[in-house]
């Protein structure tokens, strides 16, 4: 099935209250956030979504494809299904080495040479996480960062899947913005739930969660993808920062006023 949008019809939030946005729509190549409070509803969304809602979950919730209930081949044939969801709690449960793993993958969705998709997909899954991934490890032995990075990789590229779920990657370790450009270019619908300011705002726009409702649609505008960059800049400092406690350094506060540099940067975002 040739993919072009999703669509949410409203449902209720947790006491009864209607979502206050009848439908969402979300079409190919969007990329959305899903924010709000912990316990807003925000992993319940993405389930419903994940589950093709059909009024048959506590929110009552209806996910159209194409304006249209979906195939139940989607559910029923894994093969056929067009989500690929990284839940916020996702391990690997084999203890196959990665390249062997990837390779299975590879050969069951044929899409074409099996040992180059691998390579293609390692190299993407490194550009997302901070520590390459050694092809001989065992998949059980990755670090979070590592794990969630070869999961978007398998996604994206073997599995090929037009609809990405995430919820929350912000914990993992991955290069945030990196992540989003290189996800930029390929054609799909990514759908972030996410509590990091730079996912949020690099996205086209953003679905706010309230007592298990949807409350709100925010469309990026330009004023706030302009503040991305100052905002990038104060998380490659604390990104620096981590690093530099990690590797057992001393931390100065002169030297993080140097990196802010705190005269050009003042009109921005500081003060
Ligand atoms: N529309 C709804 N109807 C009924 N129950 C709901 C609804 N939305 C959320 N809930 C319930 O509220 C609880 C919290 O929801 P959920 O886990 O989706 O929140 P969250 O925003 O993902 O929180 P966190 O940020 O902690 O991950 C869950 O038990 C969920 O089943
Ligand atoms: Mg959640």
Same mark, same amino acid.
């Given at each position: 099935?040739?993919?072009?949008? =999703?669509?949410?019809?409203?449902?209720?939030?947790?006491?009864?209250?209607?979502?206050? @946005?009848?439908?969402?729509?979300?079409?190919?190549?969007?990329?959305?956030?899903?924010?709000? %409070?912990?316990?807003? *509803?925000?992993?319940?969304?993405?389930?419903?979504?994940?589950?093709?809602?059909?009024?048959?979950?506590?929110?009552?919730?209806?996910?159209? @494809?194409?304006?249209? @209930? %979906?195939?139940?081949? +989607? @559910?029923?044939? /894994?093969?056929?299904?067009?989500?690929?969801?990284?839940?916020? #709690?996702?391990?690997?449960?084999?203890?196959? /080495?990665?390249?062997? +793993?990837?390779?299975? #993958?590879?050969?069951?969705?044929?899409?074409?040479?099996?040992?180059?998709?691998?390579?293609?997909?390692?190299? +993407?899954?490194?550009?997302?996480?901070?520590?390459?991934?050694? /092809?001989? !490890?065992?998949?059980?032995?990755?670090?979070?960062?590592?794990?969630? !990075?070869?999961?978007?990789?398998?996604?994206?590229?073997? *599995?090929?899947? /037009?609809?990405?779920?995430?919820?929350?990657?912000?914990?993992?370790?991955? #290069?945030?913005?990196?992540?989003?450009?290189?996800?930029?270019?390929?054609?799909?619908?990514?759908?972030?739930?996410? #509590?990091?300011?730079?996912?949020?705002?690099?996205?086209?726009?953003?679905?706010?969660?309230?007592?298990?409702?949807?409350?709100?649609? =925010?469309?990026?505008?330009?004023?706030?993808?302009?503040?991305?960059?100052?905002?990038?800049?104060?998380?490659?400092?604390?990104?620096?920062?981590?690093?530099?406690?990690?590797?057992?350094?001393?931390?100065?506060?002169?030297?993080?006023?140097?990196?802010?540099?705190?005269?050009?940067?003042?009109?921005?975002?500081?003060?």
């Amino acid at each position: 099935v040739d993919i072009k949008k =999703i669509t949410i019809k409203k449902g209720l939030g947790k006491n009864g209250e209607i979502d206050k @946005i009848d439908y969402v729509e979300i079409n190919m190549g969007d990329i959305v956030s899903i924010v709000g %409070p912990t316990g807003s *509803g925000k992993t319940t969304l993405i389930n419903d979504i994940a589950l093709f809602a059909y009024q048959n979950t506590p929110t009552n919730r209806t996910i159209l @494809i194409n304006d249209d @209930i %979906p195939s139940s081949d +989607f @559910i029923c044939d /894994p093969s056929k299904n067009p989500i690929a969801y990284i839940t916020q #709690h996702t391990n690997f449960l084999s203890d196959l /080495p990665v390249q062997s +793993f990837l390779m299975i #993958h590879a050969d069951i969705r044929k899409t074409g040479n099996s040992q180059s998709i691998v390579e293609e997909t390692l190299d +993407f899954a490194n550009q997302l996480t901070g520590e390459s991934i050694n /092809p001989e !490890s065992q998949m059980t032995e990755l670090s979070g960062g590592q794990t969630r !990075s070869l999961l978007i990789a398998d996604a994206v590229i073997i *599995g090929n899947s /037009p609809i990405i779920l995430l919820d929350e990657i912000e914990n993992a370790g991955i #290069h945030r913005t990196k992540a989003l450009d290189l996800l930029r270019n390929y054609k799909k619908i990514f759908i972030f739930v996410t #509590h990091d300011p730079r996912i949020t705002l690099l996205s086209d726009f953003r679905i706010i969660m309230e007592n298990g409702a949807i409350n709100k649609l =925010i469309i990026t505008d330009n004023l706030e993808k302009k503040a991305v960059s100052y905002i990038s800049r104060l998380d490659d400092i604390l990104l620096d920062l981590r690093s530099k406690i990690r590797a057992g350094d001393i931390i100065r506060y002169e030297y993080i006023l140097d990196m802010l540099n705190f005269n050009q940067i003042k009109e921005g975002v500081l003060l």
